[in-house]
Nanobody, 127 residues
Framework: QVQLVESGGGLVQAGGSLRLSCAAS????????VGWFRQAPGKEREFVAA????????YYADSVEGRFTISRDNAKNTVYLQMNSLNPEDTADYYC????????????????????WGQGTQVTVSS
């Protein structure tokens, strides 16, 4: 079992930055692939970024490529999402997710392929 707790959300002006954190429980966290998803009001949850368990595979949605960076610190059992150049379209609840292993974009970009989810953290970008 893995428990995930997100933090770092908040209100930021367009063009600003935020860093989200996702703290995970479990001693074998290094064997889990992790992803960030977001859900805006009235919309479906969508893929943002993912990082394979071995650290060699990183994927981003086209809408955040070049602006967001996903990273992990296995020693701290924590996953990060650095978000730069934020715009109002980035406003959403952000969720981290984890699954055992998994490396391909197809596996890591789909909501259904994750077993563990955090409770979400809200990000609001004002214009």
């Amino acid at each position: 079992q893995v428990q995930l707790v997100e933090s770092g959300g908040g209100l930021v002006q367009a063009g600003g930055s935020l860093r989200l954190s996702c703290a995970a429980s479990g001693r074998t966290f290094s064997s889990y692939s992790v992803g960030w998803f977001r859900q805006a009001p009235g919309k479906e949850r969508e893929f943002v970024a993912a990082l394979g368990w071995s650290g060699g595979a990183t994927y981003y949605a086209d809408s955040v490529e070049g602006r967001f960076t996903i990273s992990r610190d296995n020693a701290k059992n924590t996953v990060y999402l650095q978000m730069n150049s934020l715009n109002p379209e980035d406003t959403a609840d952000y969720y981290c997710a984890a699954r055992d292993h998994g490396l391909t974009y197809y596996t890591l970009s789909l909501v259904k392929n994750y077993d563990y989810w955090g409770q979400g953290t809200q990000v609001t970008v004002s214009s």
